[in-house]
């Protein structure tokens, strides 16, 4: 597209403005580093279009900062009377995060507040706009430069061109240190030579009776072209590269030979096939016939951008993961509604008619499906993360061991289910059905993944997640102590392009008609859900284990809130029921009224503040939905709380939980349920708060 186009240009524009400067700093005819260093702050300035600036060295060692440069309009502007020169790290404001963090600094507004800052002493250079970075050398902050008060505000283009103009710089620095202390003593430059960490080497061009470079022969190479190349001394000083190397391609020896003929310097990053390493790679004419390289083992950076990469597509894959979530998690609020109308009549109807016949039999059927509609729901809100939930503290151990005949009879007789538990694992906080939907999820896909006979071992554990050796676990997992669940089989495994899909919404491996592609989906959804980690490791023909990480639980939780027993249960209590769905609301009170309650009904809340105001002393239950137009059911409970004291409450809705949070009603010692509901978790959950 032309945006992209006109993108890349300007990004194509911006990189060789700073080549160009990289080329005229190196090329700047200096006598000494510190004017060396003037021209390259004034080139920082220049590139990243800013008024002024500066270069701190910075000694890790003692935490302390000396000042090389300040530019010339710093000195014009700045009227601080004795001005510092030296800053203990402790002692800096906001521009000393740059080391204290090890990342750069921008600010694009230096007026508004901000705790880090310590004040700027009477006569200071006004700021509007603010960079700063730290220059690395190895592993250690060396310097920092600094730009300020460009007209429109930096960003990371700037951020980015700064520090690949100063990575440059400081590379040319410690080559300009090398020569200076060459001037001042043979011995100080042997010294350096052997000491530097760059690679470097000294050649003789050599060329044909034409003027034409054929071939260059080594004669000095410093330890750390040996560790680098893998090719000592005193095998190739005195020999060509020819002789060395007979593979390498002649485009780098007519590069070098254009170095020796122009005394134009050249960089550019070089992979050696011969070595399997990648090298940044500087060239100079340093005599007549004769050229230095000096160059920079940059194969772990490369990998390392390699991962940034892979992380910038798991970002994009998790975003549109989440808009899937959001999409599942709208379209199960309808179904549920839809849903409840559908289940809560079928149960009043099929009490009235004769238990075999045709019509008991269609109005089963109607049940069955609207159940694995439910069901299905279900798995789209665990999946979207936003599944009501009740968390409880939970012993592991004992919930696993109580569902082991149930998994049993899931996998088959001729799957063998080996149970090892951890000996004193800690509890964890979580909804006992999330867990029983994990455990009974992972089973069967373990079991679909053996052929004929095999094993399914599920074991727990105590860990600590710093020490997990998993590269398919999220960098977003924190570390610290957590209890593991490892389902791990004997089935056929998977392959890489399998596993990189595996958690991917309706992306299933089974037959047409075998599976939704939820069932992994939604173990993800209710892990995360839960601040947990997954770790998943398989092999074709190996066999897969998943391994997931719950938090410990250390300190004390919430007093655990009763689970109502699905049962029909009576009662003769009045009760308020507000519903703005009339289906739900008519539905709901025929299901009340049969089992014995006294059923006060309103559509909106201003019907139920009347209905409350009508009959106080009656009223023992309000049944209420979330989202309602006028006033939410959190606000409508207090409201009539004042007009009933001691009113219980007990809320329903089918909207997703991030609606619920959002209107407060999973508080603690809050009751919910959550549509659609049966007929007698209904009124199992209605005596459960009445008698609570």
């Not at 990053?269 to 005599?287: I, P, Q, S």
């Not at 890489?496 to 919404?505: A, D, G, M, V």
């Amino acid at each position: 597209s032309i945006s992209r186009r006109t993108s890349a240009e300007a990004r194509l524009v911006t990189q060789n403005r700073r080549q160009r400067m990289i080329i005229d700093i190196l090329q700047f005819p200096s006598g000494n580093l510190q004017s060396f260093l003037d021209h390259a702050l004034n080139k920082a300035i220049e590139l990243t279009e800013s008024r002024i600036g500066y270069i701190y060295f910075y000694d890790e060692d003692t935490r302390e900062f000396t000042l090389n440069t300040w530019s010339r309009d710093v000195m014009k502007e700045c009227a601080v009377a004795n001005p510092q020169t030296k800053y203990e790290l402790d002692r800096t404001g906001i521009w000393g995060d740059a080391v204290r963090q090890r990342r750069s600094i921008l600010i694009n507004d230096f007026s508004a507040p901000d705790p880090l800052k310590k004040g700027i002493p009477e006569g200071h250079v006004r700021l509007e706009r603010f960079l700063t970075i730290p220059v690395f050398q190895q592993e250690r902050i060396v310097a920092v430069i600094g730009v300020a008060n460009k007209q429109a505000d930096y960003d990371e283009t700037d951020e980015l061109q700064l520090t690949l103009l100063m990575d440059a710089v400081w590379k040319s620095v410690e080559v300009f240190r090398g020569r200076d202390a060459l001037v001042r003593s043979d011995d100080q430059f042997r010294n350096l030579f052997v000491e530097m960490l760059d690679g470097f080497a000294l050649h003789e061009m050599i060329f044909d009776e034409q003027g034409h470079p054929v071939d260059y022969r080594f004669l000095a190479v410093n330890p750390a072209f040996e560790r680098m190349t893998g090719l000592s001394a005193g095998r190739i000083i005195g020999r060509t590269v020819l002789e060395v190397m007979p593979s390498i391609e002649p485009h780098w020896i007519e590069t070098y030979g254009k170095v020796v003929q122009t005394g134009e310097p050249v960089f550019f990053e070089n992979f050696a096939a011969e070595l399997g390493r990648t090298f940044e790679v500087k060239a100079y004419r340093c005599a007549p016939g004769q050229f230095t390289t000096i160059f920079v083992d940059v194969t772990e950076s490369r990998r390392v951008s390699l991962e940034q990469e892979t992380l910038r597509e798991q970002l994009a894959q998790s975003r549109k993961m989440e808009s899937i979530g959001r999409l599942a998690g709208g379209v199960a609020h309808d179904f549920n509604n839809m849903l409840n109308i559908i289940l809560s009549n079928a149960e009043l109807v099929i009490d009235d008619v004769p238990l075999f016949g045709q019509v008991h039999e269609a109005i089963s059927e109607i049940q069955k499906a609207a159940r694995r509609s439910a069901a299905l729901t279900a798995q789209l809100l665990a999946f979207a993360r936003k599944q009501p939930v009740v968390p409880r503290k939970l012993d592991l151990n004992a919930r696993v061991e109580g569902m082991l005949k149930m998994l049993g009879r899931l996998i088959g007789e001729d799957i063998e289910l080996v149970w090892q538990p951890g000996a004193g694992i800690g509890t964890i906080l979580m909804d006992p059905s999330q867990l029983d939907q994990v455990l009974a999820n992972l089973c069967v896909n373990s079991r679909d993944a053996i052929e004929g006979g095999g094993r399914i071992t599920i074991e727990t554990a105590d860990v600590d997640l710093a020490g997990v050796d998993c590269a398919s676990m999220s960098d977003t997992a924190v570390p610290g102590p957590y209890v593991m669940l490892k389902v791990s089989d004997t089935g056929q495994g998977m392959d890489e392009e399998t596993r990189s899909r595996l958690f991917e919404p309706f992306f299933t491996t089974k037959a047409l008609g075998k599976g939704t592609g939820l069932g992994l989906a939604t173990i993800h959804g209710i892990v995360s859900q839960n601040n947990g980690s997954i770790c998943v490791r398989s092999e074709v023909g190996e066999g897969t284990t998943f391994r997931i990480f719950l938090p410990r639980q250390i300190e004390p939780t919430a007093a655990v809130v009763p689970e109502a027993a699905h049962t029909d249960a009576f009662g003769s209590e009045t009760i308020l029921l507000v519903e703005d769905e009339p289906e739900i609301l008519h539905v709901a009170r025929r299901i009340l009224e049969r089992h014995g309650y006294r059923v006060l009904i309103a559509s909106t809340p201003a019907e139920a503040i009347r209905q409350a105001t009508g009959h106080a002393a009656e009223i023992r239950l309000l049944v209420s939905d979330v989202i309602m137009p006028e006033m939410n059911g959190r606000d409508l409970a207090g409201r009539l709380g004042a007009l009933i004291p001691g009113l219980k409450c007990l809320f329903m809705s089918g909207y997703t939980a991030d609606y619920i949070a959002h209107h407060g009603v999973l508080d603690e010692g809050v009751h919910f349920i959550q549509k659609p509901f049966t007929k007698k978790a209904f009124t199992a959950m209605v005596r459960l708060v009445l008698d609570s």
